[in-house]
């Protein structure tokens, strides 16, 4: 078969696509990390539970998936805080300078028996929710809707994110303590505060990507700790804290991911975006947009 | 180190330490002492011992088949429960079931428990060729017999295991002979359908199926057009769409063990709008066909379970219903049920023909089996490796039903062809 300008067009702009749902399942971690210093290994058990939530509320209602997007996000930035507000800040307080290693096991263990629960309550089967977007045709390509729908969430929600950590105090506020924690502290910053709203933020962002993966793909309890995984990847690749980096990265994997299926078969995908991200740690260690 | 380093330094050695884990854990697990089976005393149960995927990848296979056994075992139970021969008497089976997370290491742990702490009598294998592969060698070196319940892979049964014998027909092509030769050879004779897709996954199982569909296009005039095998859970099909959508195959075979992959396939189809003249979907389990809704219309695949068809020990339809009453499962929803029910028979057959319940007699007891079953007439093929007889019928699915197609004998309806396309349905 020939690779014709558009055949590979289309690929790469699927790759985009692809990145930008990654990225979106990532930011929300990112920020968190980078804000609070807490590695919230539940943040893919968050993705799981808001796709589950969004397949049973779709399979009861029979609510057009489109208002999911305005339920789902909401309710997980609620559980968030609460999240933050009852287990993560009484141990951030016991170990103020080093919340690290606690906050993993502590999360780990959060995810673990919210998988436990989801089994038990709803299977540990896949769950998706079947939609009728028709694809998006435009000069002999064929673009899928849902996928173009995730690209602009996530380019949103870097917009947004870019914003309020630039243009509002509270912002202002959360890159102090991303650059300074300790500084930011002395500067009379409310982190425990910010830190709530933040990780509010951040698990909304995991619900709104919960969404979409039900859509696009399918959500199973068991597939949380692997989806956190993936996204530290993309964190690694893109510098901790860094939105913008995050999106580079996750639209890099993306492409090189379809690119490589196209050229070289899929089975090559995964192995050339990992030999892709050790090189780009050896090279950029701080993240590949870092300065 | 800097915060930054730090913050890039810890997920990666806490990947590194997870994958660490997986290899080491086997090594772990297998420190169990071997050889310690005491002699049998006359039990107050026969312990039948298996893993299932409760959890994981193949749950959407096989989920519910733990209830499935333990309610078998119920129903036995109250009707007295096996003769066995060296007692003299009737005695209730139990079934010791654990999860094994659709995942080798920690099917190989609960083997070995199963084996040395549970003391099990006969063993039942785990779902796929995948996890059979792993397991297989840990039942040999203990020697309990095995009936493997869901591997078709030929590898299974070249391993020249003593202890094990499996219900399914392992050659490549059993999977797809009714759906290549009764449904697809007339549509090529006629000139309707002339180019063939495969894209499969690089399990054991999938390999064959996809190795048998090479072999039967080539045999009804077929021609291959396009072939890729993709990673095991593999959900991402832009390349692959992309290059299919300019070969344009008449028909699409698609196998993955794993029920996401299959869910993002077909729906990735759909997004894109492309729409072969006939969809061959070689496993429409209850993981896939639920999420896909009625996108999963028109598809065929494969199912062993029909009911009714057969019967065999604890096979009518009054004691299948009540199974299905008592375990709360839709049994027809089920296409694996109708190969996991068979070595469910087989296992109490062989217990009641054994002279002892000790291993060797168990074996050979399995080993001389003839019976008839749910699925069919059943036995286990010296010449193959002990492989079973069991083959899966053609179904395609319409509103989440399956409706068998064929072989001819077994077809309750006709071939809807072609495909319709997604643009046209509702």
Redesign the interface.
């Known amino acids: 078969?020939t690779l014709?300008p558009t055949?590979i067009l289309?690929?790469i702009i699927?790759?985009v696509?692809?990145g930008g749902i990654l990225a979106l399942a990532a930011i929300g971690l990112s920020l968190v990390?980078g804000v609070t210093g807490v590695?919230n290994i539940m943040h893919g058990q968050f993705l799981v539970l808001a796709g589950t939530l969004s397949y049973l509320i779709h399979l009861a209602l029979k609510l057009n998936p489109i208002i999911l997007f305005i339920i789902i996000p909401p309710l997980f930035f609620l559980i968030g805080i609460s999240l933050e507000r009852s287990l993560i800040r009484p141990l951030v307080s016991r170990t103020q300078s080093t919340p690290?290693?606690p906050s993993?096991l502590v999360t780990f263990g959060l995810a673990l028996i919210v998988q436990d629960v989801l089994?038990f309550a709803v299977?540990?089967?896949?769950?998706?929710?079947?939609t009728h977007?028709?694809?998006l045709k435009f000069q002999g390509l064929?673009?899928?809707?849902?996928?173009l729908l995730s690209l602009f969430s996530v380019l949103t929600a870097t917009l947004s994110l870019w914003f309020f950590l630039v243009h509002t105090s509270t912002g202002n506020a959360a890159r102090a303590i991303i650059q300074d924690r300790e500084g930011a502290m002395l500067c009379g910053i409310d982190i425990p505060r910010i830190s709530m709203l933040i990780f509010g933020i951040g698990a909304a962002l995991a619900g709104l990507a919960g969404v979409y993966y039900s859509i696009?793909?399918?959500v199973?309890?068991?597939?949380g700790i692997t989806l956190t995984?993936i996204a530290?990847?993309l964190?690694?690749l893109g510098?901790?804290g860094n939105i913008l980096g995050t999106l580079v990265s996750g639209i890099i994997v993306g492409v090189t991911?379809?690119?490589?299926?196209?050229l070289l078969?899929?089975?090559w995908?995964?192995p050339v975006v990992l030999l892709l991200f050790i090189a780009a740690?050896l090279a950029r260690?701080?993240?590949v947009l870092s300065e | 180190m800097g915060r930054r380093e730090f913050y890039v330094a810890v997920p990666l050695a806490l990947s590194l330490g997870f994958l660490l884990g997986v290899v080491i854990h086997p090594f772990l697990v297998s420190t169990t002492l071997p050889g310690l089976q005491t002699p049998l005393k006359p039990p107050v149960e026969i312990r039948i011992g298996a893993t299932v995927s409760l959890t994981g990848p193949f749950a959407g296979d096989v989920g519910v088949f733990d209830k499935i056994m333990h309610s078998f075992a119920d129903l036995v139970n109250r009707r007295g429960g096996i003769f066995i021969k060296e007692l003299g008497q009737r005695v209730p089976i139990k079934f010791i079931i654990y999860d094994d997370a659709s995942d080798t290491v920690t099917a190989i742990k609960f083997y070995e428990k199963l084996i040395t702490e549970d003391k099990v009598h006969l063993l039942l294998g785990p779902f796929s060729s995948k996890l059979t592969l792993a397991v297989g060698p840990v039942v040999e070196k203990h020697g309990v017999p095995i009936i493997w319940t869901a591997a078709q892979a030929p590898a299974v049964y070249r391993q020249g295991w003593k202890y094990a014998v499996g219900v399914l027909d392992e050659r490549p092509t059993a999977w797809g002979e009714p759906y290549f030769v009764n449904v697809l050879a007339p549509l090529v004779e006629k000139g309707d359908i002339k180019t063939i897709a495969l894209i499969h996954d690089d399990t054991p199982h999938s390999l064959s199926v996809n190795e048998g569909a090479k072999i039967l296009s080539e045999r009804i005039g077929l021609k291959v057009v396009f072939e890729e095998k993709i990673p095991f859970g593999h959900t991402d099909f832009s390349g692959i769409l992309a290059k299919l959508r300019r070969i344009k195959p008449d028909i699409i075979h698609f196998k993955a063990d794993s029920p996401p992959s299959g869910v993002a396939f077909v729906r990735q189809l759909k997004e894109v709008n492309l729409s072969p003249k006939a969809l061959y979907f070689a496993e429409p389990v209850p993981g896939v066909l639920e999420p896909l809704g009625r996108d999963a219309d028109y598809l065929v695949g494969a199912t062993y379970t029909v009911l009714g068809v057969f019967q065999g020990p604890f096979g009518d339809l009054s004691f299948l219903a009540e199974l299905a009453k008592t375990a709360n499962v839709e049994l027809e929803r089920w296409p694996w049920f109708g190969i996991y029910y068979p070595a469910m028979q087989a296992a109490i057959s062989a217990l009641e023909a054994s002279d002892s319940l000790k291993p060797d007699d168990i074996l050979r007891a399995l080993k001389n089996l003839h019976i008839m079953t749910i699925s069919g007439p059943l036995r286990f093929d010296e010449a193959r490796g002990f492989a079973g007889t069991l083959r899966p019928l053609t179904v395609q699915i319409f509103n989440g039903k399956y409706l068998v197609i064929a072989p001819p004998e077994f077809a309750k309806a006709s071939y809807v062809h072609p495909f319709k396309p997604w643009d046209a349905r509702g």
Not at chain 1, 220 to 223: D, E, P
């Open positions: 078969m014709d055949l289309e690929v699927n790759g696509l692809l990390l590695l690290l290693l993993i089994t299977g540990d089967v896949a769950k998706g929710i079947p977007f028709p694809p064929q673009l899928p809707m849902p996928k696009i793909y399918t199973q309890a068991s597939m995984m530290l990847i964190i690694a510098g901790v991911h379809t690119v490589v299926e196209l078969g899929a089975a995908s995964l740690l260690p701080r993240g």
